[in-house]
Structures are given as C-alpha cells and as structure tokens.
C-alpha cells in the first residue's frame, strides 16, 4: 500500500514557475514508477510526466516538454515536478500517482488527492 500527499498547488502568474511535490508512505518507494498527471475542468485526465524507479529514464506529455521536468529522491520517498514558463491551460488539478511498472497511460495503483494549480494570464 502506497500513500501520496501532494503539495506546491496554488496560483501563479502566465510565466511563472510553480513546484509540485508528492510526498509517499511506506518503505518500498523506489520500487515504484511515479507520474504526474492532471485535470482541468470539464476535461479528462491525462498524463503529464513519468519517471522510472531509479530516476534515469524520464517522459513527458508533448505540451511540457522543456517547461517541466520530473524528478525524485528515494531517500525522502518523494517526487517533484518543477514547472516553468506556466500558461494558463495549465490550470487543473495536478495528481501524484505510482505503479509499479512506469507508463504513460492512466493505470497507476496509487494516487493522491490532487493539488490545484491556477495559471492567471
């Protein structure tokens, strides 16, 4: 059972940069893949970024490339996903997930609550 907390959410200016963390329970973190993903209203979920267990292979949806990147530090069982040059469609709720097989697709186990991101133009 893995338990994700995310946190970093609020409201920052078209440009600007925002931090998402995701804190996770229990001692098998770097066991497990972890994605960011994320839903506006009215939308559907989709896939934002992934990162493998070890760190070293990273994806990310084609609308972040070179504005975000993922990462993670398995001795604090936590993921991050620093956001730059934001815009406003941006703005969703942003969910921390794991699995234990790294993908880009929606079939995570774990997920959090979801933190809200507000892009102002």
Same mark, same amino acid.
Request: glycine share 6%.
């Given at each position: *059972? &893995? *338990? @994700? &907390?995310e946190s970093g959410g609020g409201l920052v200016q078209a440009g600007g940069s925002l931090r998402l963390s995701c804190a996770a329970s229990g001692r098998t973190f770097s066991r497990y893949a972890m994605g960011w993903f994320r839903q506006a209203p009215g939308k559907e979920r989709e896939f934002v970024a992934a990162i493998s267990q070890s760190g070293g292979t990273t994806y990310y949806a084609d609308f972040v490339k070179g504005r975000f990147t993922i990462s993670r530090d398995n001795a604090k069982n936590s993921v991050t996903l620093q956001m730059n040059s934001v815009k406003p469609e941006d703005t969703a709720v942003y969910y921390c997930a794991?699995?234990?097989? &790294?993908?880009?697709? @929606? @079939?995570y186990d774990y997920w959090g609550r979801g933190t809200q991101v507000t892009v102002s133009s």
């Open positions: *059972q &893995v *338990q @994700l &907390v794991a699995d234990p097989r &790294v993908s880009t697709g @929606l @079939l």
